[in-house]
């Protein structure tokens, strides 16, 4: 009797890189954003507070979206670079072709 092969994967593997939560690139550019806001323009209570609400605001949302896309922003990214490709509309002399239900009635 032929056992079955097993394959273990580890799941760091196939986990998307993610840094607190959010997509690794956008959470080090958020976060470069708001200590440059913070040191740049001086240890101020307004900066301080601004560049907090900005951080932790941003952080969290970033944690969402990453929740409902671990890859969004590679997607959206790559999206860009083939929109000349890929225009979102329909050619000017396309033919139109009827769909028909997939289920009869």
Do not use: N
Not at 60 to 67: F, M, S, T
Not at 87 to 94: E, G, M, Q, V
Request: aromatic content about 10%; proline content about 8%; charged content about 20%.
């Amino acid at each position: 009797m032929a056992r079955d092969r097993q394959l273990i994967v580890h799941r760091s593997l196939t986990s998307p890189d993610l840094l607190a939560g959010g997509e690794r690139e956008l959470v080090i550019l958020l976060w470069t954003a708001v200590f440059a806001l913070i040191f740049g323009g001086g240890i101020r209570p307004l900066s301080l507070c601004v560049g907090l609400l900005l951080g932790l605001g941003g952080h969290y949302g970033l944690i969402q979206a990453a929740k409902r896309d671990p890859q969004w922003f590679k997607v959206y990214r790559r999206g860009l670079r083939y929109r000349a490709f890929y225009p979102a509309h329909s050619h000017a002399r396309a033919r139109f072709l009827p769909r028909h239900p997939s289920v009869p009635p």
